[in-house]
């Protein structure tokens, strides 16, 4: 099974940690491939970059999705989710997406902690879209996260998890000390693989949007799924 797996900013370095946390994660006798968008920001933080990122992930999906048995969208906005299942012959899933349906199936309320306060509303209508924005406690944003020119920002998100890890941590735990939360999504691209290393200290389970996604991605592509072809 091949799972093509798309960093929807210009970062490789962010496609190289997404990629080892994809592999860590997935089921075995999953292949995965990583690709990095040509153009676009070196770190999606608002919803005009998470548009240019859009266009990005459908211009790969609809060179390369046909020789795959599924796509993740590997950036917390899920940019291009809709469009690129509408255009790909194979499942098509969304990071922000498949934490969100995890969440769910572990109960209660869930609540999201990630970077970018710009891109909240499109958290919300994320939950508002897949019907459970009751569920949701509260979106949690570090309020240092990386910024700067496009040079800057490239290096910063390289440098998240080092930098800010302990700050996520700790926001993690705040968050998972409201009434009623059963677990929390630690979101984004470049945060990949940081909820496993600190999973031990939030009481409560700690979701990685890119390992939900590449199960869940595997889990379609192992029901055999293709998608009709548009008329």
């Known amino acids: ?8 900013n210009t970062t490789v370095a962010v496609t190289d ?6 592999r860590r994660s997935a089921p075995p006798q999953v292949e995965i491939t990583g690709v990095t ?10 919803p005009d970059e998470s548009e240019t990122a859009r ?3 459908l211009e790969l999906v609809s060179r390369l999705a046909s020789g795959f ?12 989710l809709a469009e690129a299942r509408e255009m790909s012959p194979v499942p098509v899933v969304g990071i922000a997406e498949s934490a969100i ?23 919300e209508g994320a939950a508002v879209a897949l019907g459970c924005a009751g569920r949701l406690d509260a979106i949690h944003i570090l309020d240092t996260g990386p910024g700067g020119d496009a040079g800057s920002a490239g290096e910063a998100v390289v440098s998240v998890q080092q930098d800010r890890g302990e700050a996520l941590a700790a926001l993690c735990g705040r968050a998972a000390a409201a009434h009623g939360v059963r677990s929390i999504i630690l979101g ?10 600190i999973r031990v200290r939030v009481p409560v389970p ?11 991605a595997a889990t379609l592509a192992r029901l055999g799924l293709r998608m009709p072809e548009k008329a």
Do not use: K, Y
Not at 1 to 8: C, G, Q
Not at 69 to 80: C, H, L, Q, T, Y
Not at 101 to 123: E, K, N, S
């Open 1 to 8: 099974m091949r799972i093509l797996v798309i960093n929807p």
């Open 188 to 197: 984004g691209g470049p945060l990949a693989g940081l909820a496993r290393r």
């Open 37 to 46: 968008a040509r153009f676009g920001s070196p770190f999606i933080q608002t």
């Open 206 to 216: 700690l979701l990685d949007g890119t390992a939900c996604a590449i199960n869940h």
């Open 69 to 80: 048995d599924a796509v993740v969208i590997a950036a917390f906005s899920d940019p291009g």
């Open 101 to 123: 349906l995890t969440a769910m199936m572990c109960g209660g309320r869930f609540a999201i902690v990630t970077l970018g306060p710009a891109l909240r509303p499109l958290l």
């Open 55 to 57: 266009q990005a992930v």
């Open 17 to 22: 940690t997404i990629v080892a946390e994809a």
